[in-house]
Every structure is written in structure tokens, then in C-alpha cells.
């Protein structure tokens, strides 16, 4: 009986020995681990424990996990972010995972970054304005999203039975959710006789404004969408195009055997002029297609389920690692990989990109348009072979 890493030991792999490797084939020795070691993070990690004999060289760690990042917890709820102090190859987006109980409030704030974020669970009411004091106030549920330009106010509040879990995106990787503008900070930070100048009240109106932060609490929501909507709105009236967007509602932009994908960016939800993003799914056996992206770095999210990725990285070097749950993986632009369902359930995971369009390349649609006779002389498959691949870009595999 083989043991779970002779099982996995790579067979001769021709091309290893044609790139000046050492090794084409391992001994069962060789790949033993003594320890110490823990065993579910093998368990979790299997092509990092016995990497496939075709990895190669130095590619910088491109995961994360959420679940090794520092849990902000406040009464009401709690935030956990990625940013490029943790996970330095992240330089173009920083994510926040946030939870509110029912009631419990976001504060009113701003900051520097766009924001985009999908609703993972439960429920939420949003607030905003823009620059020219025009309101937008709505009700989210599981796989809505909202987008907040760069500088405009907005609020974030749990709704029932049982609050919200959301995932935010922010287009810089040096933003911190720990250092937004809030407005308790602001009006605490102000001397209290030009608070008084500013609103025209008295300097006693201001007796009982917290002096720090609220950043998360707890708090209550008595009135309905349209009594919220219809209180807070003014002589400017509503917001012209919508900073929400229904993703789970939209038709697949793409649907094969192996899984299905939405497409969301500013074409079909106008106002999310600095994120892009596609929601994918991976059947169990499928395979999300070797491809590129010409326009931006890719900032993924697994959702559910187990992935591996590849990243080619040029000059013959190329790592694998796995993906669980939670996980964030991180693929600078123009950089070849793939993404494989490695378990036995549906994969769902979210790419999201600095951009105002999704754009990517598949190295099945390139080389089925390039002619026949210049691709057989790069790769040496046969012209049947050739023949048989994919005519397009089938986005996840099998078509
Ligand atoms: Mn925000
Ligand atoms: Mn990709």
C-alpha cells in the first residue's frame, strides 16, 4: 500500500530533463518529511507538501487565507483585511471581510479608495450621496453588490434576522479599512465652537458627541426602505444611475459542462468605474482555462469549495498552490495560469480586477486563430490534435 505522498510522486516528466533539472523522477525517500509538521495544513496544502514536478524556480507566495488575518472585533460586529503589509504581491487591491449582527452600523465614513463589495449573507441597507447631494438608500441581499466612488459618504447597516457578511474591494493595496474618515472622528477632532459656527447651534448642542470612534456598533433600524429613502432624500431628489447591482440575478455570460460565469463590469453596472469582476463557478472535474489578463491584476476570492492554481511567471518558473474557502489568491497581470476544481463539490470563486472592463486571453482561443502550420511548429502537437482544440474561449473546460 502507497502512502499518500508516493502516490503523488511525479512520474518522468520529459521536459524536466530537457530544461536541466536534476530530477525527472523522485525516490519515495527523498520526498519523506520527518517533521515537525502539521498535518491539516498538508492536508490543505498538498501541492505545496509534493509540488508537481513541472514548478520551477522563485514565484512569490500568491495566497492568503482570511482566516490568518486580524480579526477587528467590535460590539455589533467585526472586519478582517488583506492588505500589502500582509501579502505584499497584493499592490493593486486590499479586500475587507465585515460581518454586522442585525441593527449594527457601519459608520458613516469615506476614504481615499473606490469600494466594491458583494453580499455574501444576509441582509443590508446602504446609504450614499454624491457630489451633488442626490441620495441613494437600498435594500441588499446575497449576491447584490454596491459600489462607493472614491470620496463619496456612505453607511453600511445590518439588517434582520440576522445581519449581513460582505466582501469589500478596494482598488489601491496600501488602503486600511482601520483608517477611513468617520464622522464621529471628525466632529471630535473639531473645536466645538466652529462645529457651532459650521451648523448653527449652539456650542450646548454638542455636549453629548462621542469622543471616539464608532467605527462598528450597535444600533436599530425602525423604518422601511422607502420611509428611509423618502427622509433622507432633498431638493437635488435621487442619484441617477444605481450604486447597487443584482449579480446573482444576471443570466451567465458564459455556460458549459464544466461550470458558468457572470461578467460584471462598468458595461452592464455603469457606476463601477474602477472594479471589475466575474462570479465562476467550477464543476467538480472542471477546469477554469489557461489564460491571461492584458489589463489588470486579478485579486480572487474562493467562495466555496478547493482550487489549484498555477502561476506561470515567465523564464521557465511557475508554482502551484492550493485554494480553500476563504482563501484569496493573488495573479499579477499578464501572468498564464489556470484554475482547477480539486474537490468533489461545485468551486465558486469571484475574480476581481482595477479596471472598468473584464478582459482576459485563452491560450486555447490564441492558438486556434493564429495559423495552423506556425502553432504545430511552436508546439509540436499534430495538426488533428490542433484541429480538436477549443475554437474560441470557452472560459471553463470541458465545452
Ligand atoms: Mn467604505
Ligand atoms: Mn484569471
Known sequence: MKNRVEERLPV????????GESVTTISPESATDPGPKYSVASELAPSSELPPSTDRGDVPNFWFPYSRSHKRMQEGGWARQITVND???????AGVNMRLIAGAIRELHWHQASEWAIMLYGNARITVIDPQGRTFVDDLTEGDLWYFPSGYPHSIQGLGPDGCEFLLIFDDGKFSENETFLISDWMAHTPVEVLSKNFGLPISAFENIPQKELYIFPGKITKSLEEDLKAATGPAGQVPESFSYSLYKQQP?????????????SNNFPVSKAIAAALVTVHPGGLREMHWHPNADEWLYVISGKARITLFAAVGKARTMD??????AYIPQSMGHYIENTGDTDLRFLETFRSSYYASISLSDWMSHTPPELVEAHTHLSSKSLAAIPKKQVVIMPE
Open 12 to 19: 518522468g516528466n520529459p521536459n524536466n530533463e530537457r530544461r
Open 323 to 328: 485554494f480553500n474557502a476563504g482563501d484569496i
Open 87 to 93: 501579502f505584499p504581491i497584493s499592490t493593486t487591491i
Open 253 to 265: 455570460n458564459v455556460s458549459t459542462q464544466g461550470g458558468e460565469a457572470r461578467v460584471v463590469d
